[in-house]
């Protein structure tokens, strides 16, 4: 088998790793790495709003598998083959649900054939992006197949709201083929007036340390915590996306001549990497309107690491922690909250344009995130940038949208 090439991204962890020892604080409480391989956890479990469902805090998310040029061959076979472990891992630990998307490639059969005779065990959110009733009937009727199974238990619109998939899941849920209907979205206002109108049994959003109000300029501008809030009244169920911010760290932990960065690093050779990210999840499960986070894991031991999470109580050293990444990361790290598009004058897709660069940068899905800049009209593109700033006026993070606009079409084109 030919080996990766060097530039190829690695596991959310095994950067950090590289670069900092396992050995944890006594003020962290926490087990070696080696033990918590062989030590269930204490998995807990929440309400799902009116669904009635119990889900698991954490459980398997899959955008790992965008398509089959995901991260190089090599690396999304790796993935694509330990699948089927990762979910032993997280299902021996507690762990009970498994979300992804028909248009993750072949995840849904790999989960359901990882999914063989515990099928009563496991909750399944699965997604689709048509939006016609019939073409969404088909899918379904697909992802059925691919799971081997009789219903889906959470279907969902993915990436907004769809009047055709509100239309099919009706139907889907009478044929009894499906039990719940959601939507995802990266914007919280998208959300509102269906959660409002109490046409969701649950939304995928966006959640993490990073789109706390502080690390902006202007106080509570996405609205986050008022929309889970108003979940937990309508009682529908709340499902964060990207706890750990959509594995943002090695685009710039290279660069440890920035002090932010260095800083950052010394502290994970004092309390480990991998508490890092257990804060990520402790932060995001102590909100009370939150049910469960949907956790990219590209390692069994991944799994093994995110439940170890599961029931600590989240210090001062898991808030410093946090601190110092969303100190280093703040100005490279776009929150997809669209204030800027409004501002621009040639009506470029920012913040599109932005997670793409993210795919290609951060996730290293480099062909995924050329083929989806690809697919924008060219009058969207970065091309057509004036570079007249309107953009980084607008954005609460002060982001240098310009220069990265550039970048984005110069690494995407």
Known sequence: MTPPPNDLPVSRREFLEKSSTLAVGAMLGATAADAADKTPSDMKYRRFGATGLKVSEIGLGCASGLKSQVLGPFLFDRYREQLPAIVDRLFERGGN???TSQSYHDTEEILGKALKGRRKDAI?????????????????????????????????????WRDGFHEAAQTLKKQGKIRFSGMSCHV?????????????DFIFQPYNYMALAKWTEKIDLNGIEELFALCKKQDIGVIC?????????????KEASEPKVAKLMDELKQFGAHNLYQAFLLW?????????????????????EDCAAIGRKFTRVHERLLDLYAAAATKDYCRMCETCQPSCPAGIAIADILRFRMY??????RADARELYAALPESKQASAC????????????KLAIVSKLKEAHGLLA
């Open 241 to 253: 996306m990207k706890p750990m911010t959509g594995h943002f760290i090695p685009n710039w932990a």
């Open 124 to 160: 399944i959110f699965t997604a689709t992006s048509k939006s016609q009733p019939k073409d969404v009937i088909a899918a379904c009727e697909l992802s059925l197949k691919h799971f081997q199974t009789d219903y889906i238990d959470c279907y969902f619109s993915h990436g907004d």
């Open 97 to 99: 649900f498994v979300a």
């Open 386 to 397: 004036t570079e007249c700033g309107l953009c980084q006026q607008a954005c609460p993070n």
């Open 188 to 200: 919280p206002a998208k959300h509102r007036p269906h959660v409002e109108a109490k046409e969701l």
């Open 360 to 365: 290609y940068k951060n996730y290293g899905h």
């Open 284 to 304: 995001v499960l102590k909100n009370p309107n939150v049910c469960c986070a949907a956790v990219g894991m590209t390692t069994p031991h991944e799994a093994v």
